[in-house]
């Protein structure tokens, strides 16, 4: 119950496409739904949150939308370009309690020029 | 301002010995978590730090992980005889507990340790 399963693996998109990455989760007690970035030698970068009261945040070319009853969320790259290349993670956690976050196995967004 | 630092940022180690890996979290951040990242396992959760409260040790893979808090401050995670499924990258990350950005994790560069 603890798992957050997240798809595609690896994904390449031309630039100036739209990157969608999807990640579903089965604690509901989870309230704090976060994304990083990842580039190689790096330590993950907050990217964008959301937390399950609204359906969707935008921050700039990055949205996430938010389907409570499917339990499911995912994140949307517009207008992707080549320095959005890196690895992208989903992750959950009980904000209100330790936080401790439960990531998904990872997506390898790469974009061609 | 300055961000979540950790040190060394690489580590060699022969198989038996022990290792410290040092986190210096964000200032004004009371709660402090530590992760591993590798290519079987991802990135979970090893242990979480509040304030004076007692340590959730939940992910810590065996006895031979430990950790502590020191001044509420830097941290240290210690691994004792290391093994070669030791070999990960270490993250820290660290979260301000109050105000609007409460829940937001903030990871270091990590270390990355290899055992030989």
């Known amino acids: 119950q603890q798992q957050v399963k997240q798809s595609p693996q690896s994904l390449i998109v031309q630039k100036g496409g739209i990157s969608i990455i999807n990640c579903a989760y089965e604690?509901?007690?989870?309230?704090?739904f976060p994304w990083y970035q990842q580039f190689p030698g790096k330590g993950p970068a907050l990217l964008i949150a959301?937390?399950?009261?609204?359906s969707e945040k935008k921050e700039g070319r990055f949205t996430i939308s938010f389907n409570k009853s499917a339990k499911q969320f995912s994140l949307h790259i517009m207008d992707s370009q080549p320095g959005d290349s890196a690895t992208y993670f989903c992750a959950a956690s009980r904000g209100s309690n330790t936080g401790k976050l439960i990531f998904g196995q990872g997506t390898t967004l790469q974009v061609k020029p | 301002g300055a961000g979540v630092s950790q040190s060394p940022s690489n580590k060699v180690t022969e198989k038996g010995k022990d290792v410290e890996l040092r986190c210096d979290p964000i200032s004004g951040h009371t709660a402090l978590y530590w992760y591993r990242q590798s290519l079987g396992q991802g990135l979970e959760f090893l242990i979480y730090?509040?304030?004076?409260?007692?340590?959730?040790k939940s992910g810590l893979p065996s006895d031979r992980f430990s950790a502590e808090r020191t001044g509420g401050s830097v941290s240290t995670l210690t691994i004792q005889r290391t093994q070669q499924e030791d070999s990960a990258v270490y993250l820290c990350?660290?979260?301000?507990?109050?105000?609007?950005?409460?829940?937001?994790?903030?990871f270091g560069p990590g270390t990355r340790l290899t055992v030989t």
């Open positions: 604690n509901t007690a989870f309230d704090y």
């Open positions: 959301i937390r399950p009261d609204v």
């Open positions: 730090f509040q304030g004076n409260s007692a340590p959730d």
């Open positions: 990350a660290s979260r301000p507990i109050q105000g609007p950005s409460s829940y937001e994790q903030y």
